[in-house]
């Protein structure tokens, strides 16, 4: 089945540039997001890209696609504390499938 | 307020005690579901719904089962609860147009003991 892979754990420091990779299996995903988890709270949706878009800008934040090796990332500029979190990929393909498939999150750890 | 809302917070229950977990949401979302998530195993999918007569089994509905009460409610029965379904659950709402997007609940931490 589809699948999504993520990277446990990113330690920057803060003012640094942090950068979070995501693969995914589906060739047929057609959107791609990003998901940002703090601790005793929800998901929080952050930013999604549309599968035929290469980069996407939102202010600190900068969502790049390769479909051709299916690699998503999220780039945090100037990382701060607030930034510390559980961040989550999810793709949703076009193959009859109905919900997200989710990465199982990357530890996100900002040291002052 | 929040947008979608999930009662009870937290939960300790037994073994073999039947507990519901409640969804309301006030999004006019058609489109509500539920999650687990498990240290190190992200989200996992237990049912979808897409409208009140539209239910589906998700990846892990074994031991789950829902009540789509109205569009804005949607609730998670566990009907005999075991310790590995100790986790914490979500519910999510998402509307049928693009990018379908899905907005989650707070989450409900559930202790079986």
């Known amino acids: 089945g589809e699948d999504v892979e993520q990277s446990l754990f990113l330690s920057v420091r803060e003012g640094d540039s942090s950068v979070i990779n995501c693969t995914y299996t589906d060739s047929s995903s057609t959107y791609l997001y990003w998901y940002k988890q703090e601790p005793g709270a929800g998901l929080q949706l952050l930013t999604y890209i549309f599968s035929n878009m290469d980069m996407k800008q939102d202010q600190r934040l900068t969502v790049l696609l390769n479909k051709k090796d299916k690699h998503l990332s999220l780039r945090i500029a100037d990382t701060q504390t607030g930034d510390s979190a559980i961040y989550f990929c999810a793709e949703r393909g076009d193959t009859g499938r109905r919900a997200l498939t989710f990465g199982s999150g990357t530890r996100l750890q900002v040291q002052p | 307020d929040a947008d979608v809302t999930q009662t009870p917070r937290n939960r300790i229950t037994k073994t073999g005690k039947r507990i519901m977990l409640e969804c309301s949401q006030t999004k006019g979302h058609d489109r509500m579901y539920w999650y687990r998530q498990d240290p190190g195993l992200g989200l996992r999918l237990i049912y979808y719904?897409?409208?009140?007569?539209?239910?589906n089994k998700g990846e892990i509905s074994d031991g789950y089962s829902v009540s789509r009460q109205a569009q804005a409610k949607f609730s998670l029965s566990l009907e005999s609860a075991i310790p590995n379904q100790t986790a914490l659950y979500f519910c999510a709402t998402s509307d049928s147009g693009q990018p379908r997007a899905q907005y989650f609940g707070p989450g409900t931490r559930l202790l079986v003991l």
């Open positions: 719904s897409f409208d009140v007569k539209d239910i």
